[in-house]
């Protein structure tokens, strides 16, 4: 198929919206000539709140349910639902669209928050894309030159102070509680005697002695109110905020007018342990300890992506579906897919399915799918807006080879569930915080090698703590190898051929970010095996062309990278005995799954997605073993905090407390302690 390209350019002056008119590429369809076809696009207003226009025209007619869609730059189709979208009309070569029309999504207008978008172009009710626009870029018109914006802050608009302000010396004051629980969101209410909130005041959290530049979260307040209240649960940004186990003491601030001036502040509050558990301290092992408390000295966490268990595993079990066995060995103990679904037979999942289609994956559309632990609205007509037969999907035998052999030599899983319904981004930062951070993937990290794609205004950094940093703490070594790190891509060597550092969670938080005692390419892991350096805690990450993920990845690469791996550590004479490998990806990517997840976590409040494949390999791991028991990501910190930690698991405070450890899939003899499954 010939490859289509949508070049719109959209130029912003200081006080007026230009015109750009480029050229596109679309496929025919029909032929094999390309047809070119002029794209003009038109935002006639600097206005907040206006509608983009534009026309097409192309020499060759369009096909049926061909349609552009609006999306962020870095969004990855089907990890999210377009931000915009319509149909173009079929049989003609020429049309016009308005994003205040639109098929069945919303109506788009230019936003406070700006950002860097893109057009795309899509055949036939498809997720293959055709062709893309150059990025542009929506901002105000401002009446003066912006000032960059700081790495953390909210996207501020320039505003002028109102003619009508108050003078400032109207002081603001914060009622909040003087200590809060390691793991709470934060309360409190702010109230002002003798002003009225202007547009775009704003309160942020801070630590103590901090920069007003490196607030923590924020949260605009109701203009033309004298008080209100807040909680650190919602934000203007989408990102909550948690009392972390460690740090503090924090307070809030007020500041007015989208600026840095500042209006008052809260008294501090401390951090105490949650009231409901006996407190957690963080004990590392002494030097004439044990430097853990099994035989496993090192584990290998190999994150691939997007698929779900019956995806996977779904021929090589063979209990039938619903069956719940109660047996542990071989595949006649777990459940294969069901024969069909709402009448239809599975897709055959080979390389050349998973490169021509992406499932909507994002948490809309995996929220809409589950129905409530129905799994029922996955396929072609059952109300989704990812509702689509090749959701529906088993690997071919063949095509996972390597994964189902491991399987019979080794252990896997069967309730391994995704930590939340939602995308990539989202479900990575469970590795390293146990909960909820951000929603999909709606950040970047900031300042980091791999981020130079995104836009500025949607990097972040955050500061809570994370397993690594206990590690840290504790002098226990851990890296992240990552294929193409050492390329330090620039800002038009992007995702999937590239490295992304939003496919890393431990780079979202500067106290290890692009550490290189800890960020490492790929290849250092075969020189640091050969040298007897492997550190005890690793995480792997591919390219987007080899993790995997529908749409860029074959699955045989995939496998391809984690068996490098695998193979390197099996046969060391130095780490094959002593050494854990498991290998899941990082949510199911919106392929169905038969089995219902559980109940929404207690912990964070946000719903499981569906099963995932989980595979345990190593000497001390129970062979050709099925385990029954629930598992999620968060199992592998509560995992490293028995295995590594002196004081006990659950030291993060999330859902390392709650979530079941892997002791089910480890032979105890071999181990030479029985690691719990609770």
Known sequence: MQSLVIIACFLLFSSAWSTAVDKLVVDNHDVTSATTVTLSVTLSTTTIGSYVSGTWTASAKSSSLDWIGLYRVNDIVGDVDATWWVYVSTGVTSGSFVTSTTTSHAAWK??????SYIFKYFCCDGFTVYGQSKSFTV???????????????????PTKRPATMAPFQSAVTFTVPATVSTGAWVAGTWESSSRLAQQYDWVGLYTVGDSSGSYLWFLYVSSGSSSGSFTTRSSTDGAAWTVPAYGGPYEFRYFCCDGYTLLGKSKSFSVLPSPTTAPVVLRCRGPSSPTTTTKIKHLIVIISENHSFDAYFGGYCKATAGSSPTCNYGPTCCEGAPSTVNGKSP??????????FNPCHDMACQLCMINGGLMNKYMSGQGCSGSNDRNFAVGAAGVMATYHSYARKYAIADRFFQSAAGASSMNDMYFARGRHVFTDNMYGPANTIGSKCWSEADLRSFYDTTIVDLLVKCNVDWSVYIEGYSVNPTSSQCYPNYYDSSDIPFAYYPSVADNPKYFKDYTKFFTDVDNGVLPSVSYFKALGIHS???GISTITSGQTFADSIVQKILKSKLYSNDTLIVILPDESGGYYDHVSPPATSTID??????????IAIGNMVKKNYISHVQMEVSSLIKFIEYNWLAGGTGQLQTRDSTAKNIGDLLDPVLTGVTVPST
């Not at 230019?110 to 950002?115: A, D, Y």
């Not at 409040?605 to 989980?614: E, I, M, S």
Request: net charge positive; glycine share 6%.
């Open 139 to 157: 901002l105000p018109s401002p009446t003066k030159a912006p000032a960059k914006i700081p790495t953390k802050s909210p996207v501020k608009i």
């Open 110 to 115: 230019v936003p406070l928050t700006g950002g």
């Open 605 to 614: 409040n946000f719903a499981y997605g569906p099963r995932t494949p989980f």
């Open 347 to 356: 897709a055959v999942l080979t390389n050349a399915e998973n490169l021509a």
């Open 548 to 550: 995997e993920h529908p």
